[in-house]
């Protein structure tokens, strides 16, 4: 009986190995089988009893149908039990697909009684098998799998572009190599301490303005001698601003005056007709081997002056012009070749007058007619030459030995050509400063009208910095079209005005000894100006003037650093500029100045000069850049526009030990770089009554690394 209603419960499905390898209910009794079967006839199986079939048709056909049932269970019996020794060496898996086989083997049989009933058994779950064709199913893998392709088409295409400009998308030149921070000796200070002609111009095209310096050096087959005074070597070097690296080198065969860079040369479109003989000759002039589609750098020597390629350093061409005292004026074009012309100051052949005017050819550097020579009646520093465009667009040219005449750059021309046409460019006059001229025939008008020997007469632009000598157009149409600082003397400071040239405001400075710098501190939109004086013996005193009324906006005193060298302005993205300039260390508003004056009196050596930086939004605070006790000669501002920063260029003097002449070292120092390592200096009182310090440190620091710089 056991063994029986094992069978009986034994699920469709159902591995006969899982019954084990032996069944101790067959095995006790499998005697009494054939009585136990009989009662088991009408057991129901799978859950379809004989007496409950689904179908149609006639008891008897139940019944019968209920005998073959039988007869086939029998059979299914024995096939089971044979099956069942043979599954014994099977592993599991092969038993599980033996007992699925038997299910649907069964469900077959079932099918086919059914059918020879009637209607035949129905799975109760309706579909069954063939629901996996159904076409609904197909629409849900359909779109899931446009809906997977919508999602890793565009991933898969941006990762492919993302690797495109990472790896084969060349990098700027320049980003790679770019140091916060570097200096370069240039070889044996042969040409003594004194300022170095220094200029800045983009030469390598990568957006950052590089460096050209005149140096003069010693033979290498020569030995220091002071009977030797012919073994130097004189050139000019530019060198990356990014790295310091040497990019050319240009010998010469006397000392460099001046270096000046940015003279565009190439061909201005005809403005005439393409058939007419105005423009035909410019197309000639087009087609000339001498115009450079780069920037053009000018090198003047003692009585040389040299045009080269700023890209190479390759020599275009050269002109001996006597006695040169100024470095280069790029003027408008005058001889119509549709390049600009040039303008400088020689001494005069006859040695009667007092200098000479004369005009280049900026094209092959030939001579525009003869010199223009005039008889200045004071003697004094050379101002000028600059180039002045008035309101009306009329070109004057300023100029004098101690003091600052005008001359309408028409008169130039006409007198160095002898001809009496002039350009459209030319004719204009401008009526107020024609009322100046104290006689009809005079050519010169008067400007200043100070009774002290002028020293310095410089634009007021913010950020124009005498070091880049610069000869494209947009920095000559920023200085030519400003209002002028100008020093008288050592006593008098003065703002003049660009229309009538009468002066704004006048301010008693004594004792200016260097170049004033305009910058932007009060944010009203006039230049104020940087000026440096010396307030008693062995103290110097930074001053900054309003531009618009010369009140004083912010003042200093420190100790003096032995150093002349004008301050720099660097124009930030705010609107306000950030000023740079040498001292000592700051002095305290009670100093008392007999004492002072008794330190300066027995100086320390080594003097110890130290880079500052102020910025108007923190008047009490000064930040350290850097120091040294080598002798700053010449320093010049680069801008670094992809960058939003600044770099102060300076060129040193650095002493060897022994007797031995010293060494020239350019170095370079990024702003944002210096901030973030800079010492705070406060001026005044840092605390009351035990307090904490406002501002306090982070403050500062977190202020000055989000300054960002830029062109003026």
């Known amino acids: 009986m056991a063994a029986a209603l094992s069978r009986a419960l034994k699920l469709p499905g159902k591995k006969g190995s899982e019954l084990g390898d032996y069944d101790p209910l067959t095995q006790a009794d499998s005697e009494d089988d054939s009585e136990e079967d009989d009662l088991v006839l009408n057991y129901p199986r799978n859950g379809l009893g004989r007496s409950n079939n689904i179908g149609t048709g006639t008891s008897d056909s139940r019944s019968s149908r209920g005998g073959r049932f039988i007869q086939e269970e029998d059979e299914e019996d024995d096939e089971e039990d044979e099956w069942r020794e043979r599954a014994r060496g099977k592993t599991r898996p092969d038993a599980e697909e033996g007992s699925t086989r038997q299910y649907w083997s069964q469900r077959e049989m079932g099918r086919d009684g059914a059918t020879e009933g009637g209607q035949g ?62 200096e370069r000796e240039l070889g044996g200070d042969a040409g003594g301490v004194m300022s170095l002609p220094l200029a800045l111009w983009d030469l390598d095209n990568d957006d950052v303005e590089d460096i050209l310096i005149g140096v003069t050096q010693l033979s290498n087959d020569s030995q220091v001698s002071s009977s030797q005074l012919n073994s130097k070597e004189h050139s000019v070097v530019a060198l990356s601003a990014t790295s310091g690296s040497m990019l050319w080198r240009c010998p010469l065969r006397e000392p460099v ?66 006695d040169i005292e100024s470095p280069a004026v790029s003027l408008p074009d005058v001889d119509g ?146 209002d002028w600082v100008l020093v008288g003397g050592n006593s008098s400071l003065s703002v003049l005005q660009e229309n009538d040239t009468r002066a704004v405001w006048t301010l008693n400075a004594p004792a200016i000894h260097s170049r004033p710098s305009p910058g932007h501190f009060n944010g009203d939109g006039v230049p104020d100006v940087l000026i440096q004086l010396t307030a008693a013996p062995g103290v110097r005193k930074v001053q900054i003037i309003d531009g618009a009324n010369s009140h004083n906006l912010w003042d200093t005193d420190f100790v003096c650093p032995r150093l002349v060298l004008e301050g720099s302005s660097v124009m930030t993205t705010s609107g306000q ?136």
């Open 121 to 182: 058994m129905r799975s109760p779950g309706g579909v069954g098998l063939g629901s996996e064709c159904d076409p609904e199913g197909k629409k849900a893998r359909m779109k899931g799998a446009l809906r997977t392709a919508a999602f890793l088409v565009p991933l898969c295409t941006a990762m492919i572009v993302v690797l495109l400009c990472a790896f084969l998308l060349p990098c700027r030149q320049g980003d790679s190599d770019r140091r916060p921070q570097w």
């Open 257 to 322: 005056k001046s270096v000046q860079c940015g003279l565009q040369t190439g061909a201005e479109p005809a403005a005439t007709g393409p058939h007419s003989a105005e423009g035909a000759r410019r197309r000639q002039h087009a087609q000339s081997p001498h115009l450079q589609a780069g920037p053009v750098c000018l090198l003047a020597g003692s009585s040389h002056l040299i045009a080269v390629n700023g890209t190479s350093g390759k020599k275009l061409w050269s002109v001996t012009l006597g």
């Open 337 to 482: 070749d549709s390049v600009p012309d040039l303008l400088i100051v020689t001494l005069p052949d006859d040695h009667v007058s007092d200098l000479s005017l004369v005009l280049l050819s900026a094209l092959k550097g030939t001579r525009i007619g003869h010199p223009v020579t005039f008889n200045l009646t004071a003697q004094g520093k050379l101002i000028g030459p600059l180039l002045h465009e008035t309101r009306v667009g009329a070109y004057y040219i300023l100029f004098g030995l101690g003091t600052v005449e005008a001359v309408t750059l028409r008169d130039i021309y006409s007198k160095a050509s002898g001809e009496r046409a002039v350009g459209p460019k030319l004719k204009l006059k401008d009526p107020r400063w024609e009322r100046l001229r104290k006689t009809n025939s005079s050519a010169l008008i008067h400007i200043s009208s100070s009774t002290e020997q002028v020293r310095f007469l410089v634009p007021l632009v913010a950020g124009q910095c005498n070091n880049h000598n610069n000869l494209d157009g947009m920095s000559s149409m920023n200085s030519s079209q400003s």
């Open 577 to 712: 500029s950030v000023f740079l300039f040498w001292a000592g260390d700051p002095l305290k508003p009670d100093w008392n100045a007999t004492k002072q004056t008794s330190t300066a009196s027995a100086p320390t050596d080594p003097v110890i000069r130290k880079l500052f930086i102020l910025h108007p939004a923190y008047p009490t605070i000064l930040l350290e850049l850097a120091s040294t006790t080598d002798t700053v000669l010449t320093a010049a501002v680069s801008y670094e526009e992809q960058w939003k920063d600044a770099a102060y260029i300076a060129v040193f003097s650095r002493p060897t030990s022994g007797l031995g002449l010293g060494t020239h070292v350019v170095k370079s120092l990024s702003l944002k770089a210096a901030i973030a390592g800079a010492q705070i200096r406060r001026l005044g009182e840092e605390s009351k009554a035990g307090g904490p310090v406002r501002p306090g440190a982070f403050e500062i620091k977190k202020f000055f690394k989000q300054l960002s710089f830029k062109h003026q």
